[in-house]
């Protein structure tokens, strides 16, 4: 009996990871898929735009999605569950896709193969790394030294670099294909660095493919039978020493409001929120008076994207909800009452 391949489609949050897969998606050309998305937070938010693209390949029945929690700490109390469920189908499909949390170390995930009840019947047919090439020229995963040395005179117990870095080496590290996204908002001679530092934390022969907006052929992203269980000892990671992989570094809460007149005081608002309080990731839906739609809103620092999706359902109550993630001691009182005065 042939294995199922799957494709780990990881990277940082803000990277484009669910623009990448809804692309995929479209374009499947015949291929029947499954996809499991986890998230990283209380409310789904990827998962839920995915299920609203209606597409031929992957219906809704097969986008499984993992909330509250990471799926390489909750390897056997979700992942594995779920993909017994998906092999044990009737007809399984034909290609699974698993979208990580931004969040996520691949390589639990991938080990997680390894288990008598996965390997005979799937295997990991590739790890895609997905790079924000915009993020890594404004140096956002990179360690500021200065901080760092404080920081490290205040505890001498911490012996580790920034935990932006080490997550961001890891997924690298484990890649067997790195995507630079948002490539478009980059000028060439920096994505010529960016790609000569990438090749720093790869292994050998790992390739390196740029791309606007998730565009990326099916052809490329699906067949790259690396059999990644079978290699691990070659894709190291920052905390192969550590029985457990936990996520005290980031904190995530989410705000609730009703609908809004218009989107623009959010967004007046959201701007120096972000950039106070050091906000890593802003994301979420939010209700308009008078609109039929659900606007989609997604800030990565201080870039932030607003559209329509698609039309509210009769019965789905018409209320906003933004997923706010940032590092370890964010002023949680401070960014709600913030976000609350322009939701509520």
Same mark, same amino acid.
């Given at each position: 009996?042939?294995?199922?391949?799957?494709?780990?489609?990881?990277?940082?949050?803000?990277?484009?990871?669910?623009?990448?897969?809804?692309?995929?998606?479209?374009?499947?050309?015949?291929?029947?898929?499954?996809?499991?998305?986890?998230?990283?937070?209380?409310?789904?938010?990827?998962?839920?735009?995915?299920?609203?693209?209606?597409?031929?390949?992957?219906?809704?029945?097969?986008?499984?999605?993992?909330?509250?929690?990471?799926?390489?700490?909750?390897?056997?109390?979700?992942?594995?569950?779920?993909?017994?469920?998906?092999?044990?189908?009737?007809?399984?499909?034909?290609?699974?896709?698993?979208?990580?949390?931004?969040?996520?170390?691949?390589?639990?995930?991938?080990?997680?193969?390894?288990?008598? +009840?996965?390997?005979?019947?799937?295997?990991?047919? #590739?790890? !895609? =790394?997905? &790079? /924000?090439?915009?993020?890594? *020229?404004?140096?956002?995963?990179?360690?500021?030294?200065?901080?760092?040395?404080?920081?490290?005179?205040?505890?001498?117990?911490?012996?580790?670099?920034?935990?932006?870095?080490?997550?961001?080496?890891?997924?690298?590290?484990?890649?067997?294909?790195?995507?630079?996204?948002?490539?478009?908002?980059?000028?060439?001679?920096?994505?010529?660095?960016?790609?000569?530092?990438?090749?720093?934390?790869?292994?050998?022969?790992?390739?390196?493919?740029?791309?606007?907006?998730?565009?990326?052929?099916?052809?490329?992203?699906?067949?790259?039978?690396?059999?990644?269980?079978?290699?691990?000892?070659?894709?190291?990671?920052?905390?192969?020493?550590?029985?457990?992989?936990?996520?005290? +570094?980031?904190?995530?809460?989410?705000?609730?409001? #009703?609908? !809004? =007149?218009? &989107? /623009?005081?959010?967004?007046? *608002?959201?701007?120096?929120?972000?950039?106070?309080?050091?906000?890593?990731?802003?994301?979420?839906?939010?209700?308009?008076?008078?609109?039929?739609?659900?606007?989609?809103?997604?800030?990565?620092?201080?870039?932030?994207?607003?559209?329509?999706?698609?039309?509210?359902?009769?019965?789905?109550?018409?209320?906003?909800?933004?997923?706010?993630?940032?590092?370890?001691?964010?002023?949680?009182?401070?960014?709600?009452?913030?976000?609350?005065?322009?939701?509520?």
């Amino acid at each position: 009996m042939s294995k199922i391949p799957t494709t780990v489609i990881t990277g940082f949050l803000g990277a484009g990871k669910t623009t990448l897969i809804h692309h995929l998606l479209q374009n499947a050309k015949g291929r029947r898929l499954a996809l499991i998305v986890n998230e990283f937070g209380d409310v789904g938010v990827d998962g839920e735009l995915l299920r609203g693209c209606n597409e031929e390949a992957c219906p809704e029945d097969d986008i499984v999605e993992l909330a509250n929690g990471c799926i390489c700490c909750t390897v056997a109390d979700d992942f594995l569950p779920t993909m017994q469920k998906l092999l044990d189908r009737p007809s399984p499909p034909e290609h699974i896709i698993i979208e990580t949390s931004g969040l996520a170390l691949p390589k639990p995930l991938v080990k997680a193969f390894q288990w008598p +009840d996965i390997r005979t019947r799937a295997t990991v047919d #590739g790890v !895609v =790394a997905l &790079i /924000d090439a915009d993020a890594v *020229a404004a140096g956002r995963f990179a360690t500021d030294e200065t901080a760092l040395a404080l920081a490290r005179a205040a505890d001498p117990s911490l012996d580790h670099d920034s935990p932006l870095e080490e997550l961001y080496e890891d997924q690298l590290a484990c890649a067997d294909l790195v995507i630079l996204n948002k490539s478009d908002l980059v000028d060439d001679d920096t994505l010529s660095r960016i790609e000569s530092d990438i090749s720093c934390d790869t292994r050998d022969g790992v390739k390196i493919v740029r791309a606007d907006h998730g565009a990326v052929d099916a052809s490329i992203l699906l067949g790259l039978f690396a059999g990644a269980e079978n290699d691990l000892e070659a894709r190291p990671s920052h905390h192969d020493a550590e029985p457990d992989h936990d996520h005290d +570094d980031f904190d995530s809460f989410v705000v609730r409001g #009703g609908e !809004v =007149a218009s &989107i /623009d005081p959010l967004l007046a *608002a959201m701007t120096p929120l972000i950039a106070a309080h050091d906000i890593l990731r802003v994301k979420g839906i939010i209700a308009i008076e008078g609109r039929p739609a659900r606007m989609v809103i997604q800030a990565v620092g201080p870039r932030i994207q607003h559209h329509f999706d698609r039309a509210w359902k009769p019965e789905e109550a018409r209320i906003s909800q933004l997923v706010v993630i940032g590092q370890k001691g964010l002023d949680q009182a401070a960014i709600e009452n913030a976000l609350a005065a322009v939701l509520l």
